[in-house]
């Protein structure tokens, strides 16, 4: 019950918001009582934060590959690039769930800077590490691991934040766009590549 209670809460807090949702409607959701989740979470707050919390580690740690790390620098940053885009496409309501809820609510940046402790300082430092060895060696340009992080996610997010534009613009299916997204994490990666090249 306390999985369906927090599948239910992220569905709805993904379509809805925090400010949307009440735990009337995530009960009713997960087929149980309103005193269940009162039971399992306390508060509507910790059940969102708990979720928010699983969400902005899968979407930040997607770029922390570190089974890769014995592989080529380029192979290593594809994987990382390809499995960001695979994390957000899992979750596609994910981008502006965020950008949403930090915009409704900006003292959430404390509470998230609380709870995902130093992940975002590994994974920046992890890239910079990488890139000032890669130009030392001359084989990229000289490069900002802000501005590459920047690159990365803003490509890779927009393919899902404009989707229902996009679609809309070119008329495609959903099962074409499924396709484009395909070729489209291609075309990321290849952008990305390239602008790395000395």
Request: net charge negative; glycine share 4%; proline share 4%.
């Amino acid at each position: 019950m306390e999985r369906a209670i927090l599948e239910s809460a992220t569905e709805l807090f993904l379509r809805k918001g925090f400010n949307a949702t009440s735990t009337t409607e995530i009960a009713r959701n997960a087929g149980c009582n309103q005193a269940l989740v009162h039971y399992y979470y306390r508060t509507k707050e910790r059940l969102f934060e708990a979720i928010f919390q699983e969400k902005i580690k899968v979407f930040v740690g997607a770029l922390l590959d570190v089974e890769s790390s014995d592989l080529p620098f380029f192979e290593r940053l594809t994987k990382r690039i390809e499995a960001h885009f695979e994390a957000i496409r899992k979750d596609s309501g994910l981008p502006l769930f965020f950008l949403s809820e930090i915009s409704a609510n900006p003292d959430r940046i404390d509470s998230i800077k609380s709870f995902v402790g130093d992940l975002p300082d590994r994974a920046i430092q992890q890239m910079h590490d990488e890139l000032n060895e890669e130009m030392s060696k001359g084989t990229i340009r000289p490069t900002e691991v802000k501005d590459l992080l920047m690159t990365i996610v803003s490509m890779n997010i927009m393919g899902f934040l404009g989707a229902p534009l996009f679609k809309l613009m070119t008329r495609q299916t959903d099962e074409a766009y499924e396709a484009f997204l395909d070729h489209r994490k291609k075309e990321n990666v290849r952008i990305v590549l390239q602008s790395l090249k000395p």
